[in-house]
């Protein structure tokens, strides 16, 4: 049964550049959520995805945007790259509706320069 | 809105022993799920425990157990039998009953002395 998997596990980009992260949930979730986390910090929500839509947004601007497939994946797409985005990015999935099961991938760890 | 405060920014504990990591919630939700994860330093955030806010005993996964008091809004984590591979930061984490997002708190590190 495999977990949750993000690609690519680094990332080094330029100020001003867009960069896309993918996740694959775990076999039998359909809900598909993203978090930032800062160095020394927790998780911050980013937004989540079910049936193809954008469910719920955090407080992150609209440089950051997302998609999900029909099979149940997701990119993260963010635009005009800032240093402050540097960051481990964490997709985790779950079933929607039921909310005693959220399951983490590794992350993508993202620097800007 | 809601919020996790983790007090212990760092925790030490002796290899075997049990160490206690402290979690308080506040959130206008009824319904509502806690967790725990680990995080070791590869960064990957491991499930550990949930208990829900309406379950009647507390939640129990191994060594994992949830000390839940719900009129206290405290769900702290209780680790039995300490060991080395224990050392990682340790998250708790609340999410509404409708699938909404997580919030986390800041975390505590552990560090399990030989």
């Known amino acids: 049964d495999a977990g949750v998997t993000q690609s690519p596990t680094h990332l080094i980009k330029t100020r001003g550049q867009q960069v896309t992260l993918r996740c694959s949930p775990k076999s039998g979730h359909d809900t598909v959520s993203w978090y930032q986390q800062a160095l020394g910090q927790g998780p911050q929500f980013i937004f989540q995805?079910?049936?193809?839509?954008?469910?719920q947004r955090g407080n992150f601007p609209d440089r950051f945007s997302g998609h999900q497939f029909p099979n149940y994946s997701s990119e993260l797409n963010v635009n005009a790259l800032l240093l402050g985005d540097s960051a481990l990015y964490l997709c985790?999935?779950?079933?929607?509706?039921?909310?005693?099961?959220?399951?983490f991938g590794p992350g993508t760890r993202l620097t800007v320069t | 809105a809601q919020k996790i405060t983790q007090t212990q920014p760092g925790m030490f504990v002796q290899e075997k022993e049990a160490v206690t990591l402290d979690c308080t919630y506040d959130t206008s939700d009824p319904s509502y799920g806690l967790f725990w994860y680990k995080q070791p330093s590869s960064g990957e955030m491991i499930f550990l425990i949930y208990q829900g806010s309406y379950d009647q005993q507390n939640a129990t996964e191994g060594r994992y157990s949830l000390n839940f008091q719900k009129a206290r809004k405290s769900a702290n984590l209780v680790i039995s039998a300490s060991q080395l591979g224990d050392s990682a930061m340790y998250f708790c984490a609340m999410r509404p009953w409708a699938a909404g997002k997580s919030t986390f708190g800041d975390g505590t590190t552990l560090t399990v002395k030989p």
């Open positions: 985790a999935s779950s079933l929607w509706g039921n909310p005693d099961e959220q399951y």
């Open positions: 995805y079910y049936e193809e839509e954008e469910r």
